[in-house]
């Protein structure tokens, strides 16, 4: 059982930029760990993933260029640095982690333990 708890999200103007953190506790075995954000009436999309050895990054398209997601081992954290935000980035900001080993994973169902969230709001 893995558990994760999302920290960073806030209120902020359009170009500004945030950092999530994502903190890992119990038996900590996963191969990524991942962002996804779901914003209101959308389905909740894929944001970018990492792996556990920090080697392989995939991000969206539509964050690529302006989202970086980074891990501390040592710390069990991964994070989210969100830089030139746009308004259309408002959502509620998911952690997930996967065991899965055969390919990068980006959907949600690739994912098995999950954290409760943090909001992000961009204002224009």
């Known amino acids: 059982q893995v558990q994760l708890v999302e920290s960073g999200g806030g209120l902020v103007q359009a170009g500004d930029s945030l950092r999530l953190s994502c903190a890992a506790s119990?038996?900590?075995?996963?191969?990524?760990m991942g962002w996804f954000r779901q914003a209101p009436g959308k389905e909740r999309e894929f944001v970018a993933t990492i792996s556990w050895s920090g080697d392989i990054t995939e991000n969206a398209d539509s964050v690529k260029g302006r989202f970086t997601i980074s891990r501390d081992n040592a710390k069990n954290t991964v994070y989210l640095q969100m830089n030139s935000l746009k308004p259309e980035d408002t959502a509620v900001y998911y952690c997930a982690a996967s065991r899965d080993r055969t390919v990068v994973p980006t959907q949600r169902y690739q994912y098995i333990y999950w954290g409760q969230g943090t909001q992000v709001t961009v204002s224009s």
């Open positions: 119990g038996r900590t075995y996963y191969t990524y």
